[in-house]
């Protein structure tokens, strides 16, 4: 698959201690698994100029208060509060001045965030999707880029999980309904 970096962003989802790091709230061994195929696809992609985004799962303390029936907290527990050392982005990615950091609220990177102005704007197309977790923030956030005409490209090595059938229904799903799967061997970036 030869990708137009002009038109592509590679979107990291969610990549945060919370979810990676053996000592964050939620963690799950697969999305720590993720990492190095991440930075290697995000590597290949600063070569070729291609737009790197990140989105941060971010809650403040009294975010689901008021709330009528969409609670994560008490679907997850407290995690990924405002301001925590669980909310920010792993430290392998190193997060570079050029790349683009969206803070979400829910599952979904494009509800309620100015993801899809930001891309449209910028004439980008194609969206290379990897982070974590397969089946919630990656799987809401691909489906709602298809929805927006967006092509969604989700790179199977490069997405965490809790178990590894999740990660399974998560891109049987996706490739069914809205987007593409592949490899991250199998995504080259063109010279422009």
């Known amino acids: 698959m030869r990708l137009d970096p002009a038109t592509t962003a590679v979107v990291a989802v969610d990549m945060q201690n919370a979810f990676c790091h053996p000592e964050g709230s939620l963690y799950a061994p697969g999305s720590e698994d993720a990492i190095e195929p991440i930075v290697g696809l995000i590597g290949r992609a600063r070569e070729a100029d291609a737009q790197v985004i990140y989105t941060r799962d971010v809650h403040p303390p009294e975010q689901f208060e ?63 999707i990897c982070g974590t977790l397969a089946n919630v923030c990656v799987l809401h956030t691909g489906g709602s880029a298809g929805l927006r005409d967006f092509r969604p490209i989700m790179v199977e090595d490069c997405i965490g999980h809790v178990e590894p059938d999740h990660r399974e229904y998560a891109l049987e799903h996706a490739e069914w309904l809205f987007g593409e799967v592949v490899e991250s061997d199998d995504v080259a970036f063109d010279d422009g």
């Open 66 to 128: 008021e709330s009528y029936y969409y609670d994560e907290f008490d679907q997850w527990g407290e995690h990924v509060l405002e301001g925590s050392w669980d909310a920010e982005l792993v430290a392998e990615l190193a997060v570079r001045e050029e790349d683009h950091v969206v803070e979400k609220h829910t599952y979904d990177a494009f509800y309620q965030t100015e993801l899809e102005g930001w891309l449209s704007a910028r004439g980008f197309r194609d969206l290379v």
